[in-house]
């Protein structure tokens, strides 16, 4: 069956270092990925949609790696500030315009 | 401001009783879905329309029914046939998706439905 793995224990890193979460999946062939961030109480915010073509994508201090070989995707949020503090979710294409997402990954990040 | 809006943001129900969890956009988009979310698990999907008058069901549409008789609203009904329905709920729309899901999807702030 398809699945999605990402690290369910949090991640605590210090003001100004560079966070990366995994994203890894088995079973799909996904034509592209999405990654979301949640806070407590709110839905998921869209941040960046990769495709298998691509093997990098950049957003102001966000960048997101799409390895389809090793089938797993990196986040990275370098020089991380305490607001960057939140779940972030991966998802990908489950069918015909649908998504499945990941159980979500918290970050922590500390002054 | 566009956007998605949910209503109430708690919703208490007791048993036996069918609740309806409101979603309504103002993004001009053609695509709607409803998830349900419980703590430490993924979104799960219950049902998604892509166009008014259709709609398809997801992987967990048991004990769930939705309309789309607008596309600017997606109400689903949560029914006494869903016996495990204390959860967040999450309406979300997107652009209509052509070949993928190559559309960003845009999330309401969620229900959380609590049983009496």
């Known amino acids: 069956s398809q699945k999605i793995e990402q690290n369910s224990e949090a991640l605590n890193i210090q003001e100004g270092k560079t966070a990366t979460l995994t994203c890894n999946y088995t079973?799909?062939?996904?034509?592209?990925l999405q990654w979301y961030r949640q806070d407590p109480g709110r839905g998921p915010v869209f941040l960046l949609l990769i495709r298998e073509n691509e093997k990098e994508k950049r957003k102001e201090r966000l960048k997101v790696t799409f390895d389809t070989t090793l089938k797993q995707s990196l986040f990275h949020i370098t020089a991380s500030q305490p607001a960057d503090s939140a779940t972030y979710l991966c998802a990908l294409e489950a069918g015909y315009s649908t998504l499945t997402f990941g159980k979500g990954t918290m970050l922590l990040v500390s002054p | 401001d566009g956007g998605i809006t949910q209503s109430p943001k708690y919703l208490f129900r007791k048993e036996g009783q069918n609740v309806t969890l409101s979603c309504e956009q103002n993004?001009?988009?053609?695509?709607m879905y409803w998830y349900r979310q419980d703590p430490g698990q993924g979104l799960r999907l219950i049902y998604y329309?892509?166009?008014?008058?259709?709609?398809q069901k997801g992987d967990i549409a048991e004990g769930y029914s939705v309309s789309r008789e607008k596309k600017e609203s997606f109400p689903l009904t949560v029914t006494s046939a869903q016996k495990n329905p204390t959860a967040f709920y999450l309406c979300?729309?997107?652009?209509?998706?052509?070949?993928?899901?190559?559309?960003?999807?845009?999330f309401g702030d969620g229900t959380r439905l609590s049983i009496l």
């Open positions: 079973n799909y062939s996904p034509a592209y």
């Open positions: 329309s892509q166009i008014v008058n259709d709609f």
């Open positions: 979300a729309s997107s652009p209509r998706v052509l070949g993928g899901a190559n559309q960003p999807q845009h």
């Open positions: 993004l001009n988009h053609d695509a």
